[in-house]
C-alpha cells in the first residue's frame, strides 16, 4: 500500500503545479474503492519524484522505485487512473471542503447539461446547418439566426446528437423559443 501513497501524492503536487487550490491541510484518497486513507501536505512536499514526460513520472520510496503514468484524469470529479510499475490504479481524492459541499447538495464540477437550444432574441431563421439524428462536437455551428440585421451563428454547447428540431429555414421566431433538442 505505501506506493500508492506515493503515486497519490505525487498526483496532488501535479494538481498544486496548476495551481489547484484546496482550503484543507489532508486529503482522503480511495484506490479501487478498497484502500482508503488520508494524506496530508507535508508528506507531498517530501516525495522524491522526477517527471519523465507530461504524465510519465519515476518516483524513490524507501529505497525503491516506481515508473508510473497517469492515463486518465478528471478534475472536475477528482478521479484519476493511474499506472504504477504496469499495475492500473482507480483513484478518487477529496477534501474537508469537497464533503462540505456535497453536503450542502452541490456537486464541485458539476453543470446542468444542456439538452435543448432555445432563441436567444427574436429573429429570421436563416439556415438550418442540421439534421435530426446527427451527431455534433462542441462549438460546432447548428442554426443561422438574423436579428437586428446581424447573422448570428448559434453552436452546440456540448457533443451529442439532436433529437428534434422544432423550426425550418425562414421562420420567424420569439424569444426563448425552442430551436432543437439534443438526445
Known sequence: MSY?????NHELLSLQQIKIKYVSNS?????????????DN??????????????????IQNNKTYSSEITDADFNSKTYKVKV?????????HN???DLIKRMGFEIGSTK???????????????????????????????????MKMENVLTAPRDGIIKSISVNKGDAVDKNQLLLEFE
Open 27 to 39: 486529503f482522503k484518497v480511495s484506490v479501487n474503492n478498497s484502500h482508503h486513507f488520508e494524506i
Open 113 to 147: 447539461k444542456v439538452n435543448d437550444i432555445k432563441a436567444p432574441m427574436p429573429g429570421l431563421l436563416l439556415d438550418v446547418m442540421v439534421k435530426i439524428g446527427q451527431e455534433v462536437k462542441e462549438d460546432e455551428g447548428l442554426l443561422i439566426l438574423e436579428a
Open 96 to 98: 474537508d471542503l469537497d
Open 85 to 93: 510499475n504496469n499495475n492500473t490504479y482507480n483513484i478518487n481524492i
Open 42 to 59: 507535508e508528506s507531498i512536499s517530501n516525495l522524491d519524484v522526477l517527471q519523465t514526460s507530461d504524465s510519465k513520472y519515476h518516483v
Open 4 to 8: 500508492y501513497y506515493i503515486i497519490l
